[in-house]
């Protein structure tokens, strides 16, 4: 069977398997494209005529239509300009409109008017910073369809005859959308807003009708993700608030935009990713139809998009978000992407009074609740899973694991002492989205420790968490039990199952490798992804799941969970997969992790078969100094002037290498943006041995980062029934005895 032959038969077999809505709305999709490129259904941009046919009676427009019918079209955009300034502000957020938010910010947050003023200027010279890229630079005038890292530029085309995931035609088209969300124009818009400069306002008008010119409505790259569409759209709505006072928004220029922000709805609305995929892309959507109702009701399709986003809203968050507040894609940046969109949604609705269901906040809580219990020691967000560095519309600049800015948001909305305390003070994104208001309502809590455990297992997203306190130095160790991604098609989860990531003294020591690329380099990007980036084990050279390209897995393997207990003096984790069962010689691999708190962390793996394998064991560090001592011990020297002993024991021989910012094979790399990569060891025990077979590794946090091991002694068992088997370790001089049961671990302490 030939390729071709192969693709349809899985396109037959996929159609097969829709239900009816999904083929009705496929359908009514590919139609919609067909007479695209026919030419039946044009777009709006720049045609004046056509958007004042869209624009629905008010009482305040009262003689708007007489306008029209006399064809005084600058009187009727005038009109409309009038109508935007005079009452529009009461639609959008409080502290864009508020005439107190910029000197506030002059008074309480110079560093962040520094900053925004620096950023401003640099898009004026025509560079940008773009996820992990600084002062990229897309040409005089700027190209909108280039990738300046790869050269290559997507033709101009209808968006239909595009394929976004082949780097060969349209280059890393995460970059090239990133410029093209126009988040930078907001930062333009804020640096006005604080300045009065209309340099920054001029060169809005530049970019803003250059882009029009260059991106026909349907024509070119920029229009084949609606999610896309849909961040642009947002950002042009806080663009026109931003320079709403300044004399280059003139009615001429109002319309043009107004009918730009219709046109960018539409395409949205009539391709929604329902079916494509209803994650966040789908409430991303949702949000900039919600956004272009209520800030334009004027519109005549103003109440149907807001109707349509709030349902899809209302409705995903219970869909997406776990019970336990894990997001399902099981991704702590879109997680942070879907927080963001319902902090928006939140503020939005109650800007307008409109009531949401109680199911809506409540269920958002749960997520920053789950982000709260996740948060490093240092204030950082950990990365699970696939990580672009991206905001849903970033009011201030920070890297992409600071979540400082959501939590002084959250703070302020709900009114919690534990958020407060995660922010460590307002954020600028507070003021700019909650105004005044915002600011005395994070003023009047006192911030406070989380009430909830420090170690929790949440069970439905699969992970479990131990800590040994909530203070800015204490130890942490994150255990994946659960799926690989969402069950749709796992596309942003890692092959990571019974993966650890840990922090001792406060900072990151055994990490998440990151996610570096999506399209560009297919290579690198099933390596960050892969389990052999991951701090656990692989059999016979295999991962935990094979790729099916950049977005897919061809199989989903999850953990199980056979048993958590926590207590004040210990934790303990015992789940499982079997992910290697596929091999000719089934493995089931068994991880327990026992945390002694706060001295140590014991990890136990069970490797279940008959025949001999090659297994590798490995932990990868954060890009710190990473040395083997000659006794046998891996010492790790933090930043912070502590270390974490590491040491592998079994009754079979184990082989100890550390490899760092290796091509040939690829490993020893950590991402800590999208885009970039850098050198960090990996430590990697190997051994053949015949299965059964048992490793136990011992983490130890030390204070100083060249104290003295501690001793060790392992315990080992003969029994009739089967080899020689390492049952548990001598702490010490015989002070601490740690046995390994079947279904317990437990320590005797002399």
Request: proline share 6%; with cysteine.
């Amino acid at each position: 069977m030939t390729d071709g032959t192969k693709k349809k038969s899985l396109k037959l077999q996929r159609l097969l398997t829709m239900s009816l809505p999904e083929l009705a709305c496929r359908g009514r999709q590919e139609t919609s494209k067909w007479l695209e490129r026919l030419g039946v259904t044009p777009g709006t941009i720049g045609r004046p005529g056509t958007i004042f046919r869209q624009i629905g009676w008010a009482p305040s427009l009262a003689g708007f239509d007489a306008r029209i019918q006399a064809g005084d079209l600058e009187e009727a955009a005038r009109m409309l300009l009038e109508q935007f300034k005079t009452v529009g502000g009461n639609r959008f957020f409080d502290g864009v409109v508020s005439e107190q938010t910029s000197g506030l910010v002059a008074q309480q947050m110079r560093e962040a008017h520094n900053q925004t003023v620096a950023a401003a200027e640099m898009v004026c010279q025509r560079r940008f910073d773009l996820l992990g890229y600084q002062g990229l630079r897309f040409g005089d005038p700027v190209d909108w369809h280039l990738d300046p890292i790869s050269g290559r530029r997507a033709p101009l085309v209808h968006w239909s005859r595009l394929n976004p995931l082949d780097p060969a035609t349209v280059g890393d088209i995460k970059v090239v959308w990133e410029l093209n969300r126009h988040q930078w124009l907001v930062r333009l818009g804020q640096a006005y807003r604080l300045t009065g400069d209309e340099r920054y306002a001029e060169t809005f008008v530049k970019y803003l009708r250059d882009w029009m010119r260059a991106n026909p409505p349907g024509i070119g790259i920029n229009w084949a993700s609606s999610l896309e569409v849909a961040l642009r759209l947002i950002s042009w709505c806080w663009a026109l608030f931003l320079f709403r006072q300044s004399t280059v928004l003139s009615p001429g220029l109002f319309i043009e935009i107004l009918g730009g922000i219709r046109t960018h709805a539409s395409h949205v609305e009539k391709y929604l990713s329902y079916y494509f995929a209803p994650n966040v892309h789908l409430t991303g959507e949702a949000l900039g139809l919600y956004y272009a109702g209520v800030v334009f009701p004027e519109l005549r399709s103003a109440g149907h998009w807001r109707e349509v986003g709030a349902r899809i809203l209302v409705d995903q968050i219970q869909k997406q978000v776990l019970p336990d507040g894990v997001y399902f894609e099981q991704s702590t940046c879109y997680q942070r992407y879907t927080v963001e969109i319902y902090l928006h949604f939140l503020i939005l609705a109650a800007r307008n009074g409109v009531a949401l269901p109680a199911a809506v906040r409540e269920r958002l809580q749960r997520m920053l609740d789950f982000l709260l219990a996740v948060r490093g020691p240092d204030g950082s967000m950990p990365l699970i899973g696939d990580a672009d560095g991206g905001w849903l519309l970033p009011l201030h600049t920070r890297a992409p694991d600071d979540i400082r800015g959501i939590f002084s948001t959250a703070a302020a909305l709900f009114g919690r002492s534990d958020y407060a305390w995660a922010a460590g003070g307002l954020a600028p994104e507070t003021l700019w989205l909650l105004g005044a208001e915002g600011v005395k309502a994070v003023a009047t809590l006192t911030p406070d420790l989380p009430a909830m455990a420090s170690s929790r297992l949440f069970a439905d997203g699969g992970l479990i968490v131990m800590r040994s306190g909530w203070d800015a130095d204490a130890h942490q160790l994150m255990f994946d039990v659960g799926s690989l991604g969402c069950p749709l098609s796992g596309g942003h989860g890692h092959a990571d199952l019974l993966s650890i990531q840990c922090s001792i003294w406060g900072e990151p020591y055994l990490v998440d490798p990151g996610t570096y690329c999506y399209t560009a380099n297919p290579e690198w990007r099933d390596f960050f992804r892969s389990t052999a980036a991951h701090s656990t084990l692989t059999v016979d050279g295999a991962g935990q799941a094979v790729p099916a390209g950049p977005f897919a897995w061809k199989a989903q393997p999850q953990a199980r969970l056979r048993r958590w207990l926590s207590t004040g003096a210990f934790d303990l984790a015992d789940a499982e997969h079997i992910a290697y069962c596929s091999l000719p010689d089934p493995v089931v691999h068994r991880r327990r992790v026992f945390f002694a708190k706060p001295r140590y962390w014991l990890v136990v793996d069970d490797l279940e078969g008959t025949a001999e394998h090659r297994v590798e064991l490995r932990f990868q560090f954060a890009p710190l100094t990473v040395r083997m001592d000659p006794s046998g011990w891996i010492r790790a020297i933090g930043r912070q002037g502590h270390g974490l002993l590491i040491r592998a024991f079994a009754t079979v021989p184990l082989q100890a290498e550390l490899r760092e910012g290796e091509a040939a094979p690829i490993q020893g790399w950590y991402s800590p943006d999208y885009g970039q990569r850098r050198p960090a060891p990996v430590l990697v025990y190997s051994t053949d041995p015949q299965l059964p077979c048992r490793i136990v590794t011992l983490l130890v946090p030390v204070e100083a980062p060249f104290a003295h091991p501690p001793a060790v002694f392992p315990v080992l068992t003969d029994s009739p029934q089967k080899d020689q088997e390492l049952a548990g370790l001598v702490l010490g001089q015989g002070e601490e005895l740690v046995m390994i049961r079947e279904d317990d671990i437990a320590v005797q302490r002399r």
